[in-house]
Each structure stands twice: as C-alpha cells, then as structure tokens.
C-alpha cells in the first residue's frame, strides 16, 4: 500500500516535471498561465519605439510651420471653387480650360480638364483625396532639398487608393501642384536632430514580481510577455529528464526514510496493514487536494494558502500520536514544495500550518474542543499566510491571504471530523468521540441494557467509575476503560433473569439445575456479549475487553455446589465451571476484570468499612494474580497497587456510614 502511494505521488509530481516543449507564439493565445517565480525587468520594445517616435515627433514639430499647410490647403480650395463657377457657365470646354489655367497656371492642362468635366459628386471625391494627400505629404518636414522626394511619395500613396485611375492621377497632380515648402530647415538637418533626440529616449522597462502572473491562459501573446517568458526560462522545454530523475531519486530517499522511521520508532504502525493503509490514504487525499491547489495558484498564486496540510497533522495526531504526525507533516511539506514548483513560501505557509495543528491538537472528548482548536488552527494559519504574502505582495494581497488562511483552518477542520468515521473503520482505531457517543444512554445497546436488565446496567456503571478512576492512575485510557465497562456485560442480555442483580423478589432460576448447567448459563454470557457487540458493530477494543473481562476465571459458586452435590460420585472437572474466554491482554481489559470483581464482591460484604474493602481488594488482586489471570496484561504490580488504592477510597465513598433520621411525631410537634 505505501508502495501504491508513492507510485501515485511520482505519477503526479513526473506530469508537472517531465520535458515538454514551450507553446507560446507571439499573437497566438497561451496554452497556460504562466507565473514568474523571480523578479524581472523586462525590455518593453514596442513601448520603447513608441516613446521615441513621440521624442521625434516633438522635435519635428518644432521645425515645420504649421500655417504652410493651411495655405495650401486654402489655395486647393479657392481652385475648386473657381472651377465649379466655370464649369457652370456657357462658355466653350476649351475657353474654360484657359481661364483655370489662367487662375493658377501651375496645374497641368490635363487635370484641369478632368476637374471641370467630372459630375458634382466625382469632383468632391477629387477635392477630397487631393487635401488628405496634402495634409499627409505635409504633416512632415518639407524643405528645399526634399520636397521632390515628398511629391514622389504622394504619387505612390495614390496608387494605394481604391478609385478610379483619373481620380488618383488627378488627385495626385492635385497635391504635388500645390504642396509648399513648410520649413526653412534643411530636411537633413531635421531629420539628424530628430534622431538625436529619439536616441537620447531611454529604453521602456516592465517589472514582475515573484508571484505575479506574466500571461494568463488563453491570453495573446505579446513580444514584451515572449521576452518576459524568455527571462523566466518558461521559453525552453518545461523540466528536464535530469531532474526528473532526481525528483524520483528524492521520493525514493522520502520512502526509505519512512520506512526505516516507522520500523524504528512505531513499529507496531509498521506491522499493521489497517494503520497503515489509513495513513496512506490521509497522505493521498492531501496530496491531490495540494495539486488541485497548486493548479490554481499557477493563475493566482492565493490558491496556494489553500493547501490544506493541517489536515495530516490533525488527523494523525487524534488517531495516532504526535510524533507520528509531526514525521508526516514534515514529509508533507516536503511533497508541497515539490508540487507547488519550489515556491518557499507557499511551502513554509504549509508546514507551520501543519505543525500549529499538531501543537494545539490533544485528546479531546467534546466536539466544541476540536472546535476550539480549529478557531485557534485559522488564526494560525492566518498570521502564518499575512506574514509569507507581505514578503511578495501587496497590503491588498496580505488580507486576501488572511482570508485564505482562515478558510485553510476551516476547511481542514471540516475534512478532519467528515474522515473520523471512515478513517476508524480502516484502521480499527476509535476516537474519544465515538467513545462518548457508545457511552451515551441513547446508544441503542445502552438502550436495551436499561430496559431488559437494569441491575446489570447499574452494575456497569459502577464498575466504569471505577475502572475509569484506576485507568488514570495507571496511565491506560480511561474513556476506553469506562466504555468498556458499559459493556462487559451485555450478553446478559439473552438470559438476565439467571443472574442476580436482575433477578425479582424471591426468584431464583439456578434454584432448579444443576451446578455445571448454571456454571454453563453463566459463562456463556462472554460468548453471547460478542456476538451482540459484533452484531452492533462495537468497535473492536470495547468487544476485547467484553472477551477477556472474566478471563479463564473459575466460577466459584457453582464449583463449590457441584463439589457439594457431588460427595463419593468422583471427581468434579475444574475446567468446566471456568470462563472459556481469554486473558486479558490490555491494560483496560485487566482494570475492568478487578473492577468487577471487586464492585460484586463489594456488595455482598456486611456493613463494609474502608479496612474490610481493603482486605477485599487486596485478596482479590492477589487471587487473579496467582490464578495467572493477569499474566497478559502489561500491568505491573506498582500498577496493581495503585489499583487497589484506588478502589479502596472510591468504594469507602460510596458505602460510607450515613446518618440514622429519627422519626418524627406530628403529634408532639402539634
């Protein structure tokens, strides 16, 4: 299984990591979002162009005379003019001819022509293009020494115009006839101070931060986000086989380190396939939640306060121990660092959160603990993610990313208590929680006990105040010991009318059989206690302890009956009125057997005084002692002490001497 879990987390990380080529081109849009992992400055060109093409354009601008063009255009105008009065006249083609020639002689006779025989809507398209030609031509330098290069480049931007070949030709003719010098200066003059200036224009910088996106996806490329990719090295092949492998190699060395931890430290973890498949699956499920997170921080890197790696150090904690949980952290931020492609400070945001949840974890017993703890496990991480994002963002991002922690604590909490149930199926582990809720009087085996046999349930609530008192002192669970005691003797269930404490007035059902079949009917209820707890699927710590409660211990009573009854008809078998359980092999399953024995033995005792319980107790332990009941369990006889110590002062509390009421004579008092 862990082998399993590290094929899946090489899988996912060698998807990120293995070579594949750059897909960006410039005005096609990105195939993905694209976060600068350092600061840059980047070259703006097309910027830089601009900003220089402004520096020339004003130091033009300070050569050309501005009312040149107007005049010009004014004199184009006054042209047109005294054409459409001809053209509305009678006299002869020719006759008109001469007098536009005669009103401006320097256009030539052809032009004129085509302007006064063009229609009223040809010859305002005509005006038209001749002034936009010579506003264009103009909005230049034209100096002495170029302005046969300018009337050039009017003629080649009119056969660019999609008109009529005389309009264009006309239209032309138009704008070089009339186009006038507009400048003193020499054109080359102009041109070189021009240049000068642009030159002295320094170039355009865009800045990124780490953190900040460069190009989102399905945006269009642009050269500055091409020569931006290029300084982040997102332009060549994304990974390399190289560190492909060492990612694979340090993944391996992570596994190898796990494993020999566990084999050193919790090797009971390591030996038990339940744990360990629960813990592989509490490391996956972080795993991918930490990809899904990474893949939106790729587009803002906030998701990435969203990595939830408290949730290991929660639920390990709880079920197992801090040591434990604080190893799986730790490999935990490991793997997020990996993920999340180096970036630090997601990275440590993660671990602290991580180790805040183990540090403020405990063995709770009330679900408004863990609440507790994940109020204090938010503003943790909160503090943690405020901190890391002040490092590399904005005051704006700092709250967002305090925000995000907040709902970093939350979600985890809610994942920790939604994965308690199926975690303690797998790994067999209960929490407290489930502890208290089989404790509960509403548990529908409780229940059943209170009804059928209330004097049993009596009896196991008196031996859970005790077993829970003496588990403190010995350092055993005492919520284990109490719930244990609740149910040790549930298979009285089936036959309790045949047991004493249920038993009404004068019955008695062992009145009539034999001692062997009552010894039977007795013993029979350690069987019969497990297939009830297995049916109501008692976890599996409360059904050893209903299992092993008596141990192989011989039942008394019956023994000496049958030993009565049977005088000169031979031997009477020891081992058929003992329990065909087994020993007890835990600390609670020891502490609920003496705390049985002795609550029974307890209430049989004649006016009991702290010295009698004493004597009691201490017998007691010493008969299971040497009757080898107790050889399994990892009691100690210090532990056995403090036992007995305790039983002593809970029962003297319990059948102290109370005070004698005297009656009281109405009579008297009237």
């Not at 050569?63 to 009678?90: M, P, V």
């Not at 006839?177 to 054109?187: A, G, H, V």
């Not at 040591?323 to 490999?331: N, Q």
């Not at 100690?636 to 001497?657: C, N, P, W």
Request: charged share 20%; aromatic share 8%.
């Amino acid at each position: 299984m862990s082998l399993a879990l590290l094929v899946i987390i090489i899988a996912v990380l060698l998807l990120e990591y293995m070579p594949r080529s750059g897909r960006f081109e410039v005005g096609k849009p990105s195939m993905e979002t694209i976060i600068s992992s350092k600061d840059l400055s980047v070259v703006d060109e097309e910027g830089t162009d601009r900003a220089r093409e402004a520096e020339r354009q004003r130091i033009r601008g300070y050569f050309i005379e501005r009312g040149a063009q107007a005049e010009s255009i004014s004199a184009i105008s006054e042209f047109f003019g005294k054409a459409e009065e001809l053209a509305a006249g009678d006299e002869s083609l020719d006759a008109k001819i001469g007098a536009l020639a005669r009103f401006d002689p320097e256009v030539d006779t052809r032009t004129i022509q085509d302007v006064l025989t063009s229609s009223p809507d040809d010859a305002r398209v005509l005006y038209g293009m001749a002034v936009e030609l010579l506003t264009s031509a103009m909005s230049g330098p034209v100096a002495y020494d170029n302005i046969e290069a300018v009337r050039e480049s009017i003629e080649s931007s009119a056969e660019d115009l999609y008109l009529e070949p005389w309009i264009k030709n006309s239209a032309a003719s138009l704008a070089a006839t009339f186009l006038k010098p507009n400048t003193p200066y020499s054109f080359h003059m102009i041109e070189r101070d021009m240049e000068a200036a642009s030159n002295r224009v320094q170039p355009v910088y865009v800045n990124y931060k780490t953190g900040q996106k460069i190009v989102d996806k399905g945006e269009i490329i642009t050269p500055l986000t091409l020569t931006a990719l290029d300084q982040a090295g997102s332009l060549s092949p994304v990974g390399t086989y190289q560190q492909s492998l060492g990612i694979v190699l340090l993944l391996i060395t992570l596994y190898v380190g796990a494993v020999l931890f566990f084999n050193r430290f919790r090797p009971d973890i390591a030996g038990n396939w339940r744990v360990v498949a629960m813990i592989c699956l509490v490391f996956l499920v972080f795993c991918l939640l930490c990809r899904l997170f990474s893949v939106f921080a790729d587009e803002n890197l906030m998701w990435g306060y969203l990595i939830p790696l408290a949730v290991v150090g929660l639920t390990l904690a709880v079920l197992l121990d801090h040591l434990v949980a604080l190893f799986m952290v730790t490999m935990g931020g490991i793997i997020t660092g990996l993920i999340v492609k180096g970036n630090f400070y997601l990275m440590v945001t993660a671990i602290l959160g991580g180790i805040a949840a183990i540090i403020l974890v405990t063995r709770f017993q009330q679900r408004e603990r863990l609440f507790r703890v994940g109020a204090g496990l938010s503003i943790s991480i909160a503090i943690v993610s405020m901190i890391t994002a002040g490092l590399i963002k904005d005051f704006h991002s700092v709250a967002v990313a305090g925000g995000l922690g907040l709902a970093n604590g939350m979600l985890s909490m809610v994942l920790t208590l939604g994965s308690f149930p199926v975690l303690e199926k797998i790994s067999g582990i209960i929490t407290p929680i489930h502890l208290l809720e089989l404790a509960s009087p509403s548990h529908p085996l409780m229940k059943e006990l209170i009804t059928k046999a209330p004097g049993t349930y009596s009896h196991s609530v008196i031996v859970g105040n005790l077993a829970d008192a003496a588990a403190r002192e010995t350092g055993a669970d005492p919520l284990l010991a109490r719930v244990g005691s609740y149910y040790h003797d549930i298979g009285k269930l089936k036959r309790s009318t045949f047991f004493v404490e249920n038993q009404p007035a004068g019955f008695n059902g062992h009145q009539n059989i034999k001692p062997n079949l009552s010894a039977l009917i007795i013993t029979a209820h350690v069987r019969e206690g497990v297939e009830i707890a297995r049916e109501y699927k008692i976890p599996q710590e409360v059904t050893d302890i209903i299992g092993q409660h008596h141990g192989t211990s011989l039942v008394r009573y019956f023994y000496t009956r049958a030993l009565e009854e049977n005088t000169g008809e031979g031997s009477v078998s020891e081992s058929r009125f003992r329990y065909p359980g087994e020993k007890p092999r835990s600390k609670e399953a020891a502490i609920v057997m003496l705390a049985d024995a002795i609550e029974a033995a307890a209430k049989a005792l004649y006016k009991p005084t702290p010295v009698k319980l004493e004597q009691l107790s201490q017998s007691l332990i010493k008969e299971r002692l040497e009757d080898g009941q107790l050889s399994a369990s990892p009691l100690t006889l210090d532990d056995l002490e403090k036992i007995g110590q305790t039983f002593v002062r809970i029962l003297s509390a319990m059948y102290h001497e109370r005070i004698e009421y005297p009656a009281l004579n109405r009579a008297e008092v009237i």
